[in-house]
C-alpha cells in the first residue's frame, strides 16, 4: 500500500512539474512576443520626448494611452470597442458558415466547381471599398450591411482554404468511402472534413483577419458607434491621438480573437507532430 502511494506521489510531483514547464514556455512565448513592439513603443516615445516627430502628425504613445485611459473611465471605450467586435464575430460566424457550405459543396462536386469557381474568384479580387456603395444602396446603412459586409470579406479566405483543403485530400480515403457506400453527406463528413481541416482552420484565422480589416470600411457606412467611428472622429476633430488609439484597439482586439482560433488550432489538431512545435522555427 506505502509503494502505491508512493508512486501515486511520484506521478503527481512530475505532472506539477509538467504544468510549471508548460506554464514557464507559455510565458517565454509571450515575452518574445513582446520584445519588438516594446521598442518600437520606446523609440517612439524618446522620439517624441527630443521633439524629432511632430505631436499633431503623431502623438507621443504616453499621449495616445492617456486618450484611451479617458474614453474607458467614460465607458465610452468599452462601447465602441464592443459594438465593432460583435460586428465581427457576427459577420465571421455567417461568412465562415456560407463558405464552409458552399465550398464542401464546390469541392466534393466538380460540375459544380467549374460553373461556380470562377464567378467567386473574380468576385474575390473586388477591392473591399467597392462593395460600400452597393450595400448601402442595397441594405441602408444599417447594422444588417455592416455585418454583410464583413461576411463578405470572410467569405473569400475561408472558402478558398477549406475548397483547397478538399481537393488536396488523397483520392484514396474517397474511394473507401465509396466501397463502403458513403452518401456525399457522409463522405464530406467522415473523410473530407477531418482530413482538410487543417486548410479549414488556416482558412477561418485569414478569415477573422479579413474581417477586422472589413469592418473598418463597414463602419464608413454612417455609425455612431464602433471603432472605426473613432477614426472618423479623430480625422474631423484633428486628433491623431484618437486615431491611433483606435489602430491600437483593432490590434489587440484582432490578436486576442486570433489567439483564440490558435487555441483552438492546437487543442483540434493535437494529434499533428508540426515542425514548428518541435523546433521553434515556425510559429502560429
Do not use: C
Not at 505532472?15 to 517612439?44: C, E, F, N, T, Y
Not at 450595400?135 to 470579406?153: D, P, Q, T
Amino acid at each position: 500500500m506505502s509503494e502505491l502511494n508512493t508512486n501515486t506521489s511520484k506521478v503527481e510531483k512530475i505532472s506539477l512539474w509538467l504544468r510549471i514547464i508548460k506554464r514557464v514556455d507559455i510565458l517565454k512565448k509571450i515575452a518574445l512576443g513582446i520584445i519588438v513592439p516594446l521598442l518600437l513603443v520606446i523609440i517612439w516615445q524618446t522620439l517624441s520626448n527630443f521633439g524629432l516627430i511632430p505631436s499633431y502628425l503623431l502623438p507621443s504613445p504616453s499621449t495616445v494611452v492617456s486618450t484611451l485611459i479617458k474614453l474607458a473611465n467614460t465607458g465610452e471605450l468599452f462601447t465602441h470597442a464592443g459594438i465593432t467586435t460583435y460586428r465581427v464575430l457576427v459577420g465571421f460566424a455567417f461568412g465562415s458558415a456560407l463558405a464552409i457550405i458552399l465550398g464542401s459543396i464546390t469541392g466534393y462536386y466538380r460540375v459544380v466547381y467549374q460553373v461556380l469557381d470562377p464567378l467567386i474568384q473574380a468576385l474575390r479580387a473586388i477591392p473591399s471599398l467597392a462593395w460600400v456603395p452597393l450595400f448601402i444602396l442595397w441594405f441602408g446603412i444599417g447594422e444588417g450591411s455592416k455585418v454583410i459586409m464583413i461576411a463578405v470579406g470572410v467569405f473569400f479566405p475561408v472558402y478558398l482554404n477549406w475548397v483547397t483543403g478538399i481537393k488536396g485530400v488523397d483520392k484514396k480515403y474517397v474511394e473507401v468511402g465509396i466501397l463502403y457506400h458513403f452518401t456525399a453527406i457522409k463522405t464530406i463528413r467522415k473523410i473530407l472534413f477531418p482530413a482538410a481541416l487543417p486548410s479549414l482552420l488556416t482558412g477561418l484565422r485569414s478569415g477573422l483577419g479579413l474581417g477586422w480589416m472589413f469592418v473598418v470600411a463597414a463602419e464608413l457606412m454612417g455609425t455612431s458607434k464602433g471603432l472605426g467611428y473613432l477614426m472618423v472622429l479623430g480625422e474631423n476633430n484633428s486628433a491623431p491621438e484618437l486615431i491611433l488609439g483606435s489602430i491600437i484597439l483593432f490590434a489587440i482586439l484582432g490578436k486576442i480573437t486570433d489567439g483564440i482560433l490558435v487555441y483552438i488550432e492546437r487543442r483540434v489538431l493535437h494529434w499533428q507532430n508540426s515542425f514548428g512545435e518541435e523546433n521553434g522555427n515556425v510559429s502560429s
